[in-house]
């Protein structure tokens, strides 16, 4: 079972989400098999541009967007600073002037993707989670290294889950 350890808000630059669309989940071994994420690192001149500007950047991130009676939308990339070209065969999508609202999912790797219970912890303390024009929420699965990447000695590991959130 996964348990939500820690809820914040993130002050962020305004980035820029590259990658592809889906219209449900799966396709990550797609994007290994063809080095996809090495385009986008190769795009935004590598990882240590958007480590400069945000701290927990850098992580291959799937993008959730849902608005009640419109169709479900997902999309598998990584975040880049604002700006950064986007290479042929791709999508980017441009988050300005936003905060991310953050919940640290601690569990076994199946577990922590069950992310039920972060929005409302994240309205709890506080926070107003963005809508988009069309009254859609985006929110992301962050794979950060290496509290993601790297189990604990109990087989647990955490799972950065965002909401974009008003500042």
């Known amino acids: 079972m996964a348990e939500i350890i820690k809820v914040f808000k993130e002050e962020i630059p305004s980035l820029r989400f590259i990658g592809k669309k889906y219209d449900k989940f799966g396709h990550w071994g797609e994007w290994f098999a063809n080095g996809w994420f090495d385009v986008i690192e190769q795009a935004m001149g590598g990882t240590a541009q958007i480590l400069a500007q945000w701290e927990n950047g850098g992580g291959y991130i799937g993008v ?7 169709p479900f939308a997902y999309y598998i990339g990584m975040m880049t600073p604002a700006g950064t070209p986007v290479p042929e065969g791709f999508v980017g999508l441009d988050f300005v002037n936003l905060a991310l609202g953050t919940c ?7 577990a922590v993707h069950k992310t039920v219970g972060c929005r409302e912890k994240l309205i709890e303390a506080g926070m107003t989670v963005w809508q988009d ?12 290294c290496p509290r993601y990447t790297t189990p604990d000695e109990q087989g647990n590991m955490i799972l950065d889950y965002c909401y974009f959130v008003l500042r």
């Open 64 to 70: 959730e967007r849902r608005a009640e009676g419109q």
């Open 104 to 110: 640290w999912i601690r569990g076994s790797e199946k």
């Open 133 to 144: 024009s069309e009254g859609g929420e985006w929110s992301f699965e962050n794979c950060v």
